[in-house]
């Protein structure tokens, strides 16, 4: 089954700095999606990117997709301190039926 | 806003013991999943379930777990004899019926600690 695998796998930085975090994945996928989880909490859903898509906007948040290198970064601009968590890629193979495929997750610290 | 709530948030068992995790998904959705994620690791899927009966499962789910959906708003799993190394973060999830694995609702997990 495919694995994503996100790097970096820690990032600090400043408040208001931006934040770029990336994700490959090794077989054909339907669609990527970006989760956040808080320390101790459930995953909560941020975006949704097709495979016939290669970037989309959401508020702060920026996705590119690049199926050629199997690739996916995720940007967030103008960080806060509420974003501190961790940030993981999942993929929805085109054999993979009905689950979703998570990464090793990225854990983002943004220093106020 | 519709939410996903899991039952217990925690609960300690002896190893061998059976434990039963509990969801309620949203009333809407369709696709149920359990997922769970050992300390400090990654999300591991378990299973999904879909129109009464499991969709895929992995290699994690083997005859010691189980699901079930007893009366269409509950959707439990099953440990029947837990081993120290089940000590872990369960994840339930729901979505809607989608072309594609579309957004997943996650709740806020129940911590399994096996001693």
């Known amino acids: 089954s495919q694995q994503g695998e996100e790097d970096p796998q820690a990032l600090s930085i400043q408040e208001g700095e931006n934040a770029t975090m990336n994700c490959s994945y090794k077989t054909s996928i339907n669609n990527l999606q970006w989760y956040r989880q808080n320390s101790g909490r459930g995953l909560v859903h941020l975006i949704l990117?097709?495979?016939?898509?290669r970037e989309k906007h959401s508020g702060r948040l920026r996705v590119t997709l690049d199926t050629s290198k199997k690739s996916s970064s995720l940007l967030i601009t103008a960080s806060r301190a509420a974003d501190t968590a961790s940030y993981f890629c999942?993929?929805?193979?085109?054999?993979?039926?009905?689950?979703?495929?998570f990464g090793e997750g990225t854990q983002l610290t943004v220093n106020p | 806003e519709p939410e996903v709530t899991q039952t217990p948030s925690h609960q300690v068992t002896q190893m061998g013991q059976e434990v039963i995790l509990r969801c309620v998904p949203i009333?809407?959705?369709?696709?149920f999943y359990w997922y769970r994620q050992i300390l400090g690791q990654k999300v591991e899927f378990l299973v999904s379930?879909?129109?009464?009966?499991?969709?895929?499962k992995s290699e994690i789910f083997d005859d010691q777990f189980s699901v079930e959906r007893p009366d269409g708003s509950n959707f439990t799993l099953k440990i029947r004899s837990t081993k120290l190394e089940d000590s872990a973060m369960y994840f339930c999830?729901?979505?809607?019926?989608?072309?594609?694995?579309?957004?997943?609702?996650f709740g806020e997990g129940s911590r399994l600690t096996v001693l």
């Open positions: 999942a993929t929805d193979g085109e054999t993979s039926g009905s689950r979703l495929t």
């Open positions: 999830a729901s979505r809607t019926q989608s072309a594609g694995v579309g957004e997943l609702f």
């Open positions: 009333s809407n959705h369709l696709y």
């Open positions: 990117i097709r495979s016939n898509e």
């Open positions: 379930f879909y129109n009464n009966e499991i969709s895929e």
